[in-house]
C-alpha cells in the first residue's frame, strides 16, 4: 500500500517543447501550462482546480493515473554520464556532454521545471542520451533517496519526477513505559516520533501525562520505506495496543486508502473519526495551544493534518457548500453545512475544486480542495474544523458529525480490520527479534 502512496505522488509534467523548457518562470506559472496533444487527460484534470492566485504553485504537477508506468526513455545511440563533483555546475556537464548553448538551456529548463537546481549536489548523477547525428533524446538527473528527474525530447517531450520503487516493511515493536511515552520508545529503538502521534490522537481519551505511572505496557506495528538497506522518509505508525495497568486502548490508524481513525477501549469501540486526507497524521491537537506564529496560548479551534502541498482534501460528511474563497487568518478555504446546524471548514489550501460553487450539494469523501498554506501558516498543511452552532467543537472525539451517516451501522463496519492489526502485531512480535529493528531515529 505504501508503494501506491508513491506511485500517487509520481509527478508528471508535460513540457511543450522548447516552449515551456526555455521559459524561467515555468515552475511558477506551472498550473496553466499550455498542454499539447499528449496530455488531453491531464488538461482535463488540471483546470478542474481554481490555482490560488496569491500563492506561489508547486512546481507543475499532475498525479499518474495509478498503475501506469512512467515513459521509459529511448534506447539512445550515444550515451553519456556521469556525477556531479564539488564545485560544478550543471552547465558544466551538459557542456561536456557535448550539448549546444540552445540543447544546453533546453535541458536545464526542463530538469528546473521539476527540481530545483538550487539542491543540486555532489554525487547528482547526469546521464544524457543523443543520437549518432546529435540530436538531443533525453536527460536524466537521479538525485539523493533514488529520486529521478526524468527529461524525454522529441515528439512526445515530458518531465517526469520518479520516486524510487520503495520496499515497504512493517514492523512490530514493544516497550515498557517508565517516566514517558518517549522515553520508553526511545530505549526501545522505536521511532520516537510515535509518541506524538499517540499523544496527539488520544488526546480528549487519556491524558497520557497524567495517567502514566510506570509499568505501562506499549506495542505498537508500523510501516517503513526502504530503498536497499536505506530507511527512506519518516516511518508512520498503524497500530498501537497500550495497556494502562486496568484499561487497554487500541488504536488504528488510517493508512494511504483509508480516511478513519478507530480507538479501542478494552476491546469495544470508544470513537471513530473520519479525517479529511486519506493517511494523513495529526499535527496539532484542538484546545489551548501555544500558537506557532503570535507565541502566545491561544485556543486552537480545530485540528491541524500534516499534508504535502497540493495534497487532496475531502470532505468528511456529505453536506451542502456554505462558503468558499479567502477568510483572513484561514487564506482559502471551503466551508460545507450539514445537519443539525453542523459545519465543517478546511482552512490554508492552495485551491479549491472549481467544479463546486457556493450552494451545490456535496456528498461524503468528495474533493474540495488541496492542501496549502495560505493564510496564517508556517508550512503546509491543512486546518479543520468542526462547528456546532457557529462553536467549534473537538473534531477528534465529538461524535456528532459521525453519527450524521447512520451510526450503528458505520459503527459494525470493517469489524476485521482490528482483528487483522492485532493478528499482524502478534505475529511480527514472535517471528521478529525485538529490538531488533536495527535502525534508531
Ligand atoms: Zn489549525
Redesign the pocket.
Known sequence: MRLRYWTAIVVIVIVAAVGVAMRKDAPVDAPRLPMDTASEDLQKHDTAWLADDDLLPPPPETAMPEGEAPPVPPDSDVMWSRAIEQGESLNVLLAEAGLEPVDRATVAGAIASAFDLRRLQPGHRLTVGKTSAGTLEHAVLEVEDGVRIQAIFGAEPSVLSIPPELESVRLAGEASIGSSIYAALDAAGIPTRFATDLELVLAGSVDLRRVLSGGEHLRLLWRENRLDSRVIGEPTIDFAEIDLGGERYEILWPDDDAVRTKIYKDGSLLLRFDQPIKGARLS?PFGMRKHPIHGSTRM?R???FAAELGTPVQATQSGRIAFMGRRLGYGLMVEIEHADDMRTLY?HLSAVNEALEVGQRIGKGEEIGRVGSTGTSTAPHL?YEVLVNDRPVPPLTDERLSRLSGGAAAQSADPDVIVTARDALERLLQTQEVGAQGSRY
Open positions: 496539532s486552537h480545530g485540528l491541524d482552512a486546518h
